[in-house]
Structures are given as structure tokens and as C-alpha cells.
């Protein structure tokens, strides 16, 4: 059974840099075709894809917010580390990890399952 | 930035048929993903590769990809279905983008 669980803040001031971990279990991030990825939904909005790093190291970002973020991964602990510097208030969101498939002949990612979320809130 | 468009809302009576549209131009030589999520809770995954169901999913839920318009397809739809629905594609550009979902009623 694969399960995933995100951990961090809830309260984060604003310009400071926000890091969020997902610890996970049931599988292997080595594992050919496996990646974790982050999202995130603010508060009665629709979902917006983060970030994704594969079972290769390769790492993925959204174009518009790839320089204030990092994921990294350690295999050893099976968590990945998501960092989002110069945080605003717009970056209030329930943020959730979630197990990724990669299907090598379509090239297509799907996620199941997500972890519970946490809620950050940007505030001063 | 690539756009996938979702009517806000669609509304059905229990036991019909319930369809909710994805449309994105470009879903022509994508593959489309649907997840559900209800309230307080997190999304779970219900079609991949356009068709295709994970184990657990009902029969009644199925999709389809044709043309710019993805279309995933509730048969006999219960009032446990009730919820938001999330469309997704990957692009090598844009890289991954969800629709801004759409909120099921069942009444």
C-alpha cells in the first residue's frame, strides 16, 4: 500500500522561504517510472502543478514559479523536499505530495494517490 | 500558457448520466486525466490515458479524447459522486497543467 504524508509550517511570514516535506512509503523512488510530485490548491481554488522529480533525479517545475523552487529527494529516508523562497500571501494553499506514474510509451504522468495536504498560510 | 477549460458547474439527477468537458487545444495529441475530490478531502484518481479506470473506480465512470475536447462520463450517477472534478494533461512546454475543475451536483 502506498501512502504519502506532507509535513511543515502551517504559518509562514511573508519573503521567507517555505520547506515542505513528503515522506512516503510502499514504494521506491528508484524504481524506473516512479516520481513524486507536489501541488498545491488555494483555499477554494482549483489545483496547480508544482513540481516533480523522477525516479532518475530529473526534476520538472512550473515555467511561471521555477525560480523560487527546489525538490530534492532522499532515497534513504524516502522523503522529498519541496523549498519555495520569497513566499507572498497569494501562496496560501493546501499543499499535497502525491506518488507519480510515468508511462514511457505516451510519455504521460498521472498521480495516485496524494497525501492529505497540509495547510501553509502566508502571513504577517 | 496552456489552458484547460472546464464548465464551472454541471448538475444531474440521481441515476442519469453526467458528462463534464475538458477542452484544450492541444488535448488532441495529449492524454487526458480525471480525479475527483470531495470536500475536505484529497483528489483521487478515476480515469488515465483517457480511458483507462485504476482498480476501485466504478464501472459507471468512464472518459473518452477526441478532437481539443477530453469528456469523462458518469453512467448512473449516485449522490456519492457529488463533487469537484479535475481534468489534467502533460505538456513538454507547459509541463503539467490541471483544468480549473468543475463542481458536480447530484439533486
Known amino acids: 500500500q502506498i501512502t504519502l504524508k506532507e509535513s511543515g509550517p502551517t504559518l509562514v511570514r511573508p519573503t521567507q522561504t517555505l520547506t515542505l516535506t513528503c515522506t512516503f512509503s510502499?514504494?521506491?523512488?528508484?524504481?524506473?517510472?516512479?516520481?513524486v510530485a507536489w501541488i498545491r490548491q488555494p483555499p477554494g481554488k482549483a489545483l496547480e502543478w508544482l513540481a516533480l522529480?523522477?525516479?532518475?533525479?530529473?526534476?520538472r517545475y512550473r515555467p511561471s514559479l521555477e525560480s523560487r523552487l527546489a525538490i530534492t529527494r532522499d532515497t534513504s529516508k524516502n522523503q522529498v523536499v519541496l523549498t519555495m523562497t520569497n513566499v507572498d500571501p497569494v501562496d496560501t494553499a493546501t499543499y499535497y505530495c502525491?506518488?507519480?506514474?510515468?508511462?514511457?510509451?505516451?510519455?504521460?504522468?498521472?498521480?495516485?494517490?496524494w497525501g492529505q495536504g497540509t495547510l501553509v498560510t502566508v502571513s504577517s | 500558457s496552456y489552458v484547460l477549460t472546464q464548465p464551472p458547474s454541471v448538475s444531474v439527477s440521481p441515476g442519469q448520466t453526467a458528462t463534464i468537458t475538458c477542452s484544450g487545444d492541444k488535448l488532441r495529441n495529449q492524454y487526458a486525466t480525471w480525479y475527483q475530490q470531495k470536500p475536505g478531502q484529497s483528489p483521487v484518481l478515476v480515469i488515465y490515458?483517457?480511458?483507462k479506470r485504476p482498480s476501485g473506480i466504478p464501472e459507471r465512470f468512464s472518459g473518452s479524447n477526441s478532437g481539443n475536447t477530453a469528456t469523462l462520463t458518469i453512467s448512473g450517477t449516485q449522490t456519492l459522486d457529488e463533487g469537484d472534478y479535475y481534468c489534467q494533461a502533460w505538456d513538454s512546454t507547459s509541463r503539467l497543467v490541471f483544468g480549473g475543475g468543475t463542481k458536480l451536483t447530484v439533486l
Open positions: 522529480i523522477y525516479w532518475d533525479d530529473d526534476k
Open positions: 502525491a506518488h507519480s506514474s510515468y508511462d514511457f510509451s505516451t510519455g504521460e504522468i498521472w498521480f495516485d494517490p
Open positions: 510502499g514504494f521506491s523512488l528508484t524504481t524506473s517510472g516512479v516520481g
Open positions: 490515458q483517457d480511458t
